[in-house]
């Protein structure tokens, strides 16, 4: 069974929105975040392990970060899990990601589920992914479909770029003249057009680069870089991100408003 991603749907992209704030002002937890899961490699190098080991270790901080998010009121959290560049990895360290992600979702499907988590897979497109675990993939979308206590869409084998191209051919098939096109006409071909925009990245181990990233969806987004490596990061370290967040002034390309001139605290 293939997974199929929704694309031409009709739902509108939803536009940035002025950041909430809580009784006392302070901004409130973002709605959407997305991690790049980065440094398992380094995780093992430092330890003389090899990289599979990381990629081992990773599955707890996996877990660990998805119940940080739900119980922070997280609405929506997306991982990176396998971007289309990574196909040029060694095929011995693809193959042990491939069987550690199918052994993840299997043992972790129930949980998942109880916990009120929708589970969505953004890519999986490339006929290299096993079909067991494909198929694993789309019993997971099923059997939480219903779920609305928050919503987990791990990127496996995806590129910004592709899914932007994707987009582009989507909306020509339709037959949209070129002069009705909108930015929300666009983001309605986008896989899973219902997606808000991403409100934080976080990237762990330091290194500070897209990759390709749902590259649509976090054009305002708030980036965070903390330097620990991605088997080492635990819900404190998620929260800290998530205050970090908050003392930020988005202004989506505005400025701050003012009181007889100057800027208000």
């Not at 899961?37 to 003389?48: L, P, V």
Request: include cysteine; glycine fraction near 6%.
């Amino acid at each position: 069974m293939t997974v199929r991603q929704a694309t031409g749907g009709s739902a509108p992209s939803p536009e940035p929105a002025p950041h909430r704030a809580d009784g006392d002002g302070r901004r409130a937890t973002p709605r959407h975040v997305a991690c790049v899961m980065d440094g398992n490699g380094r995780w093992a190098a430092r330890r003389s392990l090899p990289r599979t080991a990381g990629h081992r270790a990773a599955e707890t901080t996996v877990i660990d970060v998805i119940e940080a998010a739900r119980s922070a009121g997280v609405e929506w959290l997306s991982l990176y899990a396998f971007s289309t560049e990574n196909w040029r990895r060694p095929s011995a360290e693809v193959d042990f990601l491939m069987r550690t992600v199918r052994r993840v979702v299997r043992k972790h499907a129930v949980l998942l589920h109880a916990r009120g988590i929708r589970c969505r897979f953004l890519g999986v497109a490339d006929p290299r992914i096993p079909a067991a675990l494909t198929r694993d993939f789309a019993d997971l979308t099923t059997l939480t479909g219903k779920n609305r206590r928050m919503t987990l869409t791990v990127a496996f084998d995806h590129g910004g770029r592709r899914d932007i191209v994707e987009a582009a051919r989507s909306l020509i098939r339709s037959g949209v003249p070129a002069d009705a096109v909108t930015e929300q006409h666009f983001a309605a071909h986008l896989p899973f057009p219902d997606t808000p925009d991403v409100d934080l990245v976080i990237r762990t181990s330091g290194e500070q680069r897209i990759s390709n990233f749902m590259l649509w969806q976090v054009a305002y987004a708030e980036w965070v870089f903390p330097p620990v490596l991605w088997p080492d990061f635990r819900a404190p370290h998620f929260l800290e991100c998530l205050h970090t967040y908050q003392q930020r002034d988005r202004r989506f390309g505005g400025v701050m408003p003012t009181s007889n001139g100057e800027p208000r605290s």
